[in-house]
Nanobody
Framework: QVKLVESGGGLVQPGGSLRLSCATS????????MGWYRQAPGNERELVAS???????NVVDSVKGRFTISRDNAKDTVYLQMNSLKPEDTAAYYC?????????????WGQGTQVTVSS
């Protein structure tokens, strides 16, 4: 059973920084892609950033220039560096991984970590 374990959330003032970590029980190369989603109260879960097995990264426009996704292959860990945080970044952040198995997409989720941006 694949496990994704997030850490690094917390309370930060506007303009501050946090780094989220997602440690996986499997090799990061087991997955076609990994990424970070977030969900604020009353909102749908949305993609924030992703990284493919080949290392191609993508971040959504709302966080571009502020958030960076990266990966440590040796530690089987994916990171989300969040700078210049805004109150609207407040949400539960979830690590996600996906892979194809017998032509069926399999999704894995972490338990989530809360990020609160407030003065």
């Amino acid at each position: 059973q694949v496990k994704l374990v997030e850490s690094g959330g917390g309370l930060v003032q506007p303009g501050g920084s946090l780094r989220l970590s997602c440690a996986t029980s499997a090799s990061v190369f087991s997955f076609d892609a990994m990424g970070w989603y977030r969900q604020a109260p009353g909102n749908e879960r949305e993609l924030v950033a992703s990284i493919t097995r080949g290392g191609v990264t993508n971040v959504v426009d709302s966080v571009k220039g502020r958030f960076t996704i990266s990966r440590d292959n040796a530690k089987d860990t994916v990171y989300l560096q969040m700078n210049s945080l805004k109150p609207e970044d407040t949400a539960a952040y979830y690590c996600h991984a996906e892979t194809m198995l017998f032509s069926r997409k399999i999704d894995y989720w972490g338990q989530g970590t809360q990020v609160t941006v407030s003065s």
